[in-house]
């Protein structure tokens, strides 16, 4: 398909210097949700509503951004009725995959007409870090590229049935940037089948939150880029070249992750600075009272917390948890055969040598480290969803130079700079991650066929 012209974000309108009318009253009236002052105008009609109404109005002024929130999903819940049970008996059966098969084995297939399942002009939640179109980028054959496992086939991505699996629940990613990604693939491969008003995105704190109101269903991302406890969990301001963890402390991200339905974590690309890792001493004051021990060692001590606490903490027969294997970094060209390259600049077609993979050197002993604690679970089981190889091939699809850095796009003179600045870690959307989703959506249908439990008729809001 032909490039959408690039675009930039509108200028906001000018400070008006008309004097404000005479009788126009501002502040906390002004700030009410168009929810809240559907309430406002029945309380005019109804002395309980009334009464409500005047409750509200103390307790946002109380607590502010957090109660306008939370009382604009409740009144949208009161407002707006539920969306209909979609009637999946009378759709053709859906044909998943025999549990035996290797999802990750198999090969890249050009689709130029089911893929992407998405356009990135249409989906306004994505941030700018990822949209490579928006940001300049001149090519667009990065979309269409279809998995094709080697000896079954994936089900597409059908949103509704998706949502229905979700309706009354609530599903958390877990982990760094990589697993935000897949995050937001995902709230843009649901959000066209929700109502407009009744879908958004609220940030606080360490979590993203995606409201779909009519299925009381969310979708999360909960920042915790080592899993545990680290000098760099802060969501906005983590670039920190000396990162020290606290591998026996988890239970502060932790006590977010209860009560979630669906836990999808991740880490790897966090550790890959050093060989060594730093790590607090227990009972110290600050974070310069650390020592370094191997990566792999400091890896296991984690995974030993992690796993712990999923096992005293996780009711398996309502939370499934999922983990996400190694999202491949491109920054050695002469590995697929282009020596005179820099990183994954200018790459636009997919690793196609099926007899000789690429190696890029992960450390595969914490893929093997993780695939091991994930079958030495005893009470709660972890699905581990490989990812790796099937993105090893994928050196065309990374943001590379179209991206933003620290809130900018990349200026002329850092494009000129592709060693220091392309970006060979995140991905496009739509791209590769949407693939993930599609894994991700097979293996949870998988489960929601089995037991097709009846849908919940009540959410309860994410940790605030």
């Given at each position: 398909m032909g490039n959408p012209a690039p675009t930039t974000p509108s200028e906001p309108p000018p400070p008006s210097t008309t004097a404000a009318p005479k009788h126009r009253s501002f502040g906390l009236l002004d700030s009410i949700p168009s929810s809240a002052r559907s309430l406002l105008a029945a309380a005019r009609r109804s002395p309980v509503t009334t009464l409500v109404a005047a409750f509200f109005l103390l307790a946002l002024f109380m607590y502010g951004e957090d109660v306008r929130t939370i009382a604009e999903l409740s009144i949208d819940d009161y407002l707006y009725p539920d969306a209909e049970l979609y009637n999946v008996s009378g759709l053709p059966p859906l044909v998943l995959p025999p549990p035996t098969c290797d999802l990750s084995h198999g090969r890249w297939v050009f689709d130029n007409t089911s893929v992407p399942a998405y356009r990135e002009k249409d989906c306004t939640f994505l941030t700018q870090q990822v949209t490579c179109l928006k940001n300049g980028r001149p090519d667009d054959t990065w979309q269409y590229w279809r998995w094709q496992p080697s000896n079954c086939s994936l089900p597409t991505f059908d949103a509704r049935r998706f949502m229905e699996a979700m309706r009354g629940k609530r599903m958390m990613?877990?982990?760094?940037?990589?697993?935000?990604?897949?995050?937001?693939?995902?709230?843009?491969?649901?959000?066209?089948?929700l109502s407009k008003g009744r879908k958004k995105v609220v940030k606080r704190g360490s979590l993203r939150v995606f409201h779909a109101k009519e299925y009381r269903a969310t979708l999360e991302f909960y920042w915790a880029p080592f899993l545990v406890?680290?000098?760099?969990?802060?969501?906005?301001?983590?670039?920190?070249?000396?990162?020290?963890?606290?591998?026996?402390?988890?239970?502060?991200?932790?006590?977010?992750?209860?009560?979630?339905?669906?836990?999808?974590?991740?880490?790897?690309?966090?550790?890959?600075?050093?060989?060594?890792?730093?790590?607090?001493?227990?009972?110290?004051?600050?974070?310069?009272?650390?020592?370094?021990?191997?990566?792999?060692?400091?890896?296991?001590?984690?995974?030993?917390?992690?796993?712990?606490?999923?096992?005293?903490?996780?009711?398996?027969?309502?939370?499934?948890?999922?983990?996400?294997?190694?999202?491949?970094?491109?920054?050695?060209?002469?590995?697929?055969?282009?020596?005179?390259?820099?990183?994954?600049?200018?790459?636009?077609?997919?690793?196609?040598?099926?007899?000789?993979?690429?190696?890029?050197?992960?450390?595969?002993?914490?893929?093997?480290?993780?695939?091991?604690?994930?079958?030495?679970?005893?009470?709660?089981?972890?699905?581990?969803?490989?990812?790796?190889?099937?993105?090893?091939?994928?050196?065309d699809a990374h943001t590379g130079l179209y991206t933003f850095q620290q809130g900018k796009l990349l200026t002329p003179k850092q494009k000129a700079q592709p060693e220091k600045f392309a970006d060979c870690i995140h991905w496009c959307l739509p791209g590769v991650p949407d693939v993930w989703n599609q894994i991700l959506y097979t293996r949870i249908l998988s489960k929601y066929s089995q037991s097709s439990p009846p849908p919940s008729l009540s959410l309860p809001l994410p940790p605030q």
């Open positions: 990613f877990v982990g760094d940037s990589l697993n935000r990604n897949q995050w937001e693939s995902l709230v843009c491969l649901v959000q066209p089948i406890e680290s000098n760099s969990d802060n969501p906005n301001f983590h670039s920190i070249d000396t990162r020290i963890i606290r591998p026996e402390r988890i239970e502060g991200h932790a006590k977010y992750w209860r009560g979630v339905d669906y836990l999808i974590f991740n880490t790897y690309i966090w550790w890959m600075n050093t060989a060594d890792m730093k790590v607090r001493r227990p009972n110290s004051r600050y974070w310069s009272e650390h020592d370094e021990v191997p990566r792999i060692e400091a890896y296991g001590r984690v995974f030993k917390t992690w796993s712990d606490w999923l096992e005293e903490n996780i009711d398996p027969a309502r939370t499934s948890v999922l983990f996400m294997t190694i999202s491949p970094l491109h920054i050695s060209p002469d590995k697929w055969g282009n020596p005179n390259g820099i990183k994954c600049v200018n790459e636009t077609l997919p690793y196609m040598n099926d007899t000789a993979p690429l190696d890029l050197n992960h450390d595969m002993r914490m893929y093997d480290l993780v695939a091991n604690v994930a079958k030495s679970m005893k009470r709660v089981p972890v699905t581990v969803i490989d990812i790796t190889k099937m993105s090893d091939s994928r050196k």
